[in-house]
C-alpha cells in the first residue's frame, strides 16, 4: 500500500484542520509502518498559485505547516514529506496528462464552479486545470490509496478517469504482447473520523482560520489559558445536555461541543451524554477545555519550537523532496516513453 494525499499552506492552523485531516494523516502513517506500507504528504503550493496569494504569506505558511505536521506526529523519518514545488515532475507530469484529460471532465468539476463562480472568464487557467495537477500528484507516486474527503471524491474519480484513458491509450506491450499499463489506478479512502469541527460562535458554519471573530476557533498556538477562554465563552443555549443524541437536534452549538468532547477522546457523542447528559454547560465546558488543554499542549509546545526553526523546517522539506523525486522519475520517464517523446 502506498498511501499519497496533499494538503493546502494555510496559515493559522486550528483545531479542525487537527481533527478533520491531520490526525488522520498520522494514524495512516502508523498503519503503515506497522504493514510496511508508505505515505507520501505534500504541501500543496503549487496548487496555491491558482488563486491570489501573497508571496511571502505563502511561504511562510508553508513551512508553519511542516511544523504544524511534525507537530502533531507526522515523522519526517517514517514518512515523506515535502512540498510540490521541489519536486518538478509534478508539474511536467500534469503536462503529459493534459493531453489525456476532456474540457468536458474539468467543465463538471463542482469545485470548479464553485471557486470561479460566475466570473469564470477572469478565473486562472491554473484554477481550472487544478484536477489534472490533483491526478499528477497521485499518479507519479503509483499510489494504491488516496484518503478523500466529500469535496474531493470527484477529483480523484478524475484522476482514475486519466489514468484508465492513458492506460488505454499509450500502454505499451509487455514480452507476451499483455499491455503493461504506465498508471496504478488508486483507490479512495475515506477516513473513518473526519471530524467536521464547527465554529465556536456559529454552530452552522465550519471552523476557519478566515472566520473575522478568533473566539470562532481553537488555534494550535493557543496556550492553556486562552483555550479556557474560548471554550467558557462558546455560544451555547439555556437548556441543560440532552441524554440522547437525539436530544441534540436543533441545537448545533451544543451539538458541535459534544462532538468536540467525543473525538478527543475517541468516545462515541452516545458516551459523552451518558456522562454529562442533563448537565448544564456550566459543568460541561470546563471538562471540555481541560480535554482539550492536556492534549493539545504537547501539540503547541512542538509547534511553537519548530515554527521558530527555519532551517530545521526546511530541511525536513528538503529530505522529503529528495525521496519523493527518486520515487517520481520512473513513472514520468515510462509516461514520456509511452508517448513518444524523445529525449536525451
Known sequence: MRIVSGIQPTGNLHLGNYLGAIRNWVKMQDDATATGGECLYFLADLHAISMPHVPAELASNTREMVAALVACGVDPDRSILFNQAQVPQ??????????????????????????????????????????VLQAADVLLYQATHVPVGEDQKQHLELARDIAQKFNNDFAPKDGNGEEAPVFTLPDPIIPPEAARIMSLRDGTAKMSKSDPSDMARINLTDDADTIMKKIKKAKTDPEPLPSDKAGLAG????????????????????????????????????????LLVSKLAPINDRFVELRRDRATLDAFLRQGAEKARALAVPTLNAAYDALGLVRG
Do not use: C
Request: aromatic share 10%.
Open 90 to 131: 509534478h508539474t511536467e507530469l500534469q503536462w503529459l496528462l493534459n493531453g489525456t484529460a476532456r474540457m468536458g471532465w474539468l467543465n463538471r468539476m463542482t469545485q470548479w464552479k464553485d471557486k470561479a463562480g460566475k466570473n469564470r472568464e477572469g478565473a486562472s487557467v491554473a484554477l481550472f486545470t487544478y484536477p
Open 251 to 290: 441545537r448545533p452549538e451544543a451539538a458541535n461541543l459534544v462532538g468536540i468532547y467525543a473525538v478527543m477522546t475517541g468516545g462515541t457523542v452516545e458516551s459523552v451524554l451518558a456522562e454529562f447528559g442533563e448537565e448544564g454547560f456550566g459543568k460541561f465546558k470546563p471538562a471540555l477545555g481541560e
